[in-house]
């Protein structure tokens, strides 16, 4: 048993993780988190007091985050500007937080000397064509394409620096798309379920031929408790479920789902640099570390997770208006 500190837990993924380790360790957690536009206090609400603390504030700060680095025994580290639609219109916050407050993690775990654990995605990999029957491994050269994974691939690459030059006893993970509640209304998924429950027509960039690798966030939370207890130190896993889908089919699915016409959708303006295809080959993690996903039936996940969009207006209205703005001024 001990006290992790969890950086982005407000966050989507983040507070998917603080919610298991709650149910299936004796851990402690505290969560440091900025509280940014992504970030909301009620995705944690309802887990008990004395064995969750959120912290505000920023992972840049430096002298905050080492007085919390002191006060734990290990560090899992979500917190980051995580939507490439909006590093494509404001890159900065992205440099600022993926960068500056990763290298800011690194440099308290280097003097506290504790054990680290950074979150990451394969985007850092770059895309691969539609017709490639290849999939990312570990061994898959760094290529980014937007502002969002060039600072992901960054951090990356920091980490692996801090690891051979000071000793920093550090893991990698990169996971594929995450799926399931609690997401911001930003992203694809999550958007076309509010869209449909709003009587607003989904949006599907470009042809919608654009594939990615879909995995529940619970099965990507059991991944990383995976690495935190056995993952070798200095070493990289790629999270994966075998979830390659279409855009085009996804929004299908979520309007069968919803019971209306399966192509009761727009096509919108494309993603700039937009990546085609993301697959992940998870390997090294099932057969080094012992690690399955749970969820093998996206329909069924899916399905779960519109219910849980149905009956949780309140979490996602206050943001659907501005999200829904800002698209329109894009065309999309
Ligand atoms: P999110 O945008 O939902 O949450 C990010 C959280 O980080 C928010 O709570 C936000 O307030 C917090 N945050 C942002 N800047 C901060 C700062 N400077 N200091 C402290 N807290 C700050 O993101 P997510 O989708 O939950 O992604 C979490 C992590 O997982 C990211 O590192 C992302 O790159 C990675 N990842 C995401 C996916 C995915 O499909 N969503 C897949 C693979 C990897
Ligand atoms: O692969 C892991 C990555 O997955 C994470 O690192 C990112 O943090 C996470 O946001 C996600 O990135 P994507 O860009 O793949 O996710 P997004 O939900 O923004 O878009 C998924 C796909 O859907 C992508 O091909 C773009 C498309 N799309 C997105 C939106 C918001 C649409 O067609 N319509 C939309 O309205």
Redesign the pocket.
Known sequence: MGTLLVTGGAGFIGSNFVHHVLEHTDHTVIVLDKLTYAGNAASLAGLPEDRVRLVEGDIADAALVDELFGQVDAVVHYA?E????NSLHDPRPFLDTNIIGTYTLLEAARKHDKRFHHI????VYGDLELDDPARFTEDTPYNPS?P??ST?AGSDLLVRAWVRSFGVKATISN????YGPYQHV????P??ITNVLRGIR?????K?E????WIHADDHSSAVLTILDKGVIGETYLIGADGEKD?KS??ELILALSGQPTDAYDH?TD?AG??MR?AIDSTKLRTELGWTPRYQDFEAGLKATIDWYRENETWWAPAKDGVEAF?ASKG?
Not at 175 to 178: A, F
Not at 202 to 206: A, V
């Open positions: 980051a995580s939507h490439n639609d990451s995605t394969d985007e937007s969002y994974s992901k996971c594929s798309n995450n930003e992203k694809f998924i958007r076309q989904p949006k599907l960039y470009g919608g654009n594939v990615r690798d855009n996804v929004v919108v993603r937009h990546d993301y698209y999309q």
